[in-house]
């Protein structure tokens, strides 16, 4: 893995070392609202502020700014963090949370009140609204902003030993109701809620605002570069502000770089949401979705998901990232880490007439447990064949598969008028079985539409291990399971979740530009014994097919499922 590349936040932080500032200390934070599910843009985040912290040897603190009862829960914190921990990044022995600060924040609002810098303000939300103003237009002033700083100070500890309702009062930083920055008409720093807080239960009543508790709480944590997405530029002079005006033991600078978007999905919180509540996805790990837990459930590895932040890099301009620069991040990991296997997705049966008969009756007191019973009382004989586990890897070791009477290739892999240049199986002509027989095509069985249902083939002893010692040559090697060899399997092949790269594109509604096909699946596949006890999650490649990795939810040892994970080559590529 490389180091991110270099940017604009790395030379901040770079000049900022070599001029001595923050004592050459690098501290840098992730900050997840628990409101919801982490994403991939989220990772661009994550990627950033963790890499920038190991790289100047500093620290980065995961923090939730669990601000808002109203909209966060506990099973967010933990997919947060199970998510982070998975995309292989470490915040140190504690997590912080900016509930842990509520005793200093509202400490702060009351120097704030003592300075003359806040008051109760006693309008409601649309006076509020109408109050504040337009781009065009300066805000009016509260009839409260100029109330004394003692009624001010009683007020807001009445507000806090909860003597009013929601919404009766809150306070507000005295700024400017002229500022042609609407973030500093005098914005609301605390109201009342009465809502149990997930980790602060019943203790307050009164809740500080996330653009008052984020520059603080970044403050009391000793960051030095706050890195947030841009659409908080605007809300840079009152993160300032804010921290100019009350005692923080420091005053980290805030940089604002462009979020991550990527073409053919969604990732905003609304959108995500309506896909899963209106059931088009199965669920928030569904794995079409651009959630971590999505694309984890589909065999992403973290790898490459840094890997593809580090190469999109960091910047000042939005832009929409192409999904496919994503999946090759992905295949190039893959095809570094994940053993080779066979399946076959849609079995056409193979039978070897010219297999076992030789030894039909002489090798019956063979006791090579490989031997089974057949029906007619004499034994099938099934080889043990040796297969690499990566051909470029042999450090990766090797496994025995089964070969058989009874075998299976891919429908697509037999075409009865083939042309000459299909190096397939077509009748009289002859393919080799990866790490098997070279096999002859010599009779078509069908079923009475027509539909080719078994191959009648012959096989060459002597070619066993896939070389023919008479140098005859084959074009096509064809992977096949046996039928001894494999075990049934579902197989869920997945595509992108949106026909346009934009999904909101010449729509009113997103979800009419979903992609009915994102998602086919496939039943009584045939995939190598050896795949019975796949670890949920971990990519395998089925030779020819693709990544595959068996389903985190529904798999299990006697129905297997199994998730493509990607393609072998980009086949969106013009
Ligand atoms: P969303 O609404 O998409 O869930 P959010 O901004 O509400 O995103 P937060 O929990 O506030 O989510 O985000 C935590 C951090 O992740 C913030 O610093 C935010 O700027 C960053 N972040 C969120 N989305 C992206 C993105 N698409 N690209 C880069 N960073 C992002
Ligand atoms: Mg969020
Ligand atoms: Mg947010």
């Given at each position: ?114 300075k ?16 504040r103003g ?28 909860g ?15 002229a ?25 307050w ?10 520059g ?18 605007d ?22 770089f ?9 990732m ?18 569904d794995?079409r ?36 620069l ?25 039978t ?31 080889e ?17 598969i ?5 075998i ?31 096999i ?45 060899g494999?075990?049934p ?62 389903d ?23």
């Open positions: 893995e490389k180091k991110i590349k270099g940017n604009f936040i790395k030379t901040i932080i770079t000049e900022d070392l070599e001029r001595g500032k923050n004592d050459g200390r690098v501290i840098t934070r992730f900050p997840p609202e628990p409101n919801g599910y982490l994403h991939i843009g989220h990772a661009k985040s994550i990627c950033l502020n963790f890499g920038v912290a190991d790289e100047f040897n500093g620290r980065c603190n995961l923090r939730f700014d669990d601000t808002n009862p109203a909209k966060e829960d506990q099973k967010y914190i933990d997919s947060i963090i199970s998510d982070v921990k998975w995309l292989g990044f470490d915040w140190g022995d504690k997590i912080h949370y900016a509930s842990d600060y509520f005793e200093n924040l509202y400490d702060y609002a009351v120097e704030l009140i003592e003359g810098k806040a008051y109760v303000c006693t309008l409601n939300a649309d006076q509020m609204r109408e109050y337009t781009l065009t237009e300066p805000g009016k002033e509260s009839p409260d902003r100029n109330r004394p700083i003692a009624e001010n100070l009683d007020l807001f500890k009445r507000m806090k030993n003597e009013f309702e929601d919404g009766a009062y809150v306070l507000r930083a005295k700024i400017d109701m500022s042609p920055n609407i973030n500093m008409r005098d914005p609301v720093i605390y109201r009342i809620k009465k809502m149990s807080h997930p980790r602060t239960k019943d203790k009543c009164i809740y500080p605002m996330y653009d008052f508790t984020h603080l709480s970044d403050a009391l944590e000793g960051v030095t570069h706050s890195l947030c997405t841009l659409e908080f530029q809300h840079r002079p009152l993160y300032d502000w804010l921290l100019d005006e009350v005692s923080a033991p420091c005053h980290p600078q805030q940089i604002e462009a979020r991550m978007n990527l073409n053919y999905t969604v905003s919180k609304r959108k995500l949401q309506k896909l899963v509540e209106q059931k088009f996805v199965d669920g928030w790990d794995p979705l651009p959630t971590i837990a999505g694309i984890r459930r589909r065999g992403y590895t973290p790898a490459a998901i840094r890997n593809f932040c580090n190469a999109i890099g960091v910047g000042k301009r939005e832009n929409r990232i192409d999904v496919g994503l999946e090759n991040c992905l295949r190039d990991d893959l095809n570094e880490k994940a053993p080779r296997v066979m399946a076959v997705i849609n079995p056409l049966k193979v070897i007439a010219n297999w076992n008969q030789e030894n039909c009756n002489s090798e019956q007191k063979n006791d090579d447990k490989s031997q089974q019973e057949t029906s007619c009382g004499s034994t099938l004989k099934i043990s064949l040796e297969a690499l586990n990566h051909p470029q890897k042999p450090e990766m070791g090797t496994r025995q089964l070969f058989s009477k009874h299976y290739i891919e429908k697509e892999d037999f075409m009865e008028n083939a042309p000459k240049k299909f190096f397939r199986l077509a009748p009289g002509r002859e393919v080799r079985l990866r790490y098997a027989y070279f002859t095509c010599k009779e078509v069985i069908k079923d009475e539409n027509g539909e080719v249902i078994e191959l009648i083939c012959t096989y060459d002893p002597a070619t066993r291990g896939g070389d023919s010692p008479d140098g005859r040559k084959v074009k096509g090697t064809l992977h096949w399971v046996s039928e001894e494999s075990i399997a579902t197989v869920r092949l997945y595509d992108r979740l949106f026909l346009n790269e934009d999904p909101e594109a010449d729509r009113d509604d997103f979800t009419e530009n979903l992609n009915p096909d994102s998602l086919v699946t496939l039943k009584g596949c045939r995939v190598e014994k050896s795949l019975a006890n796949a670890e949920p999650e971990k990519v395998y490649q089925f030779e020819r097919l693709g990544y595959f990795c068996a985190s939810k529904e798999s299990t040892p006697e129905h297997p499922v199994f998730n493509r994970t990607v393609t072998l080559r980009d086949t969106w590529a013009k």
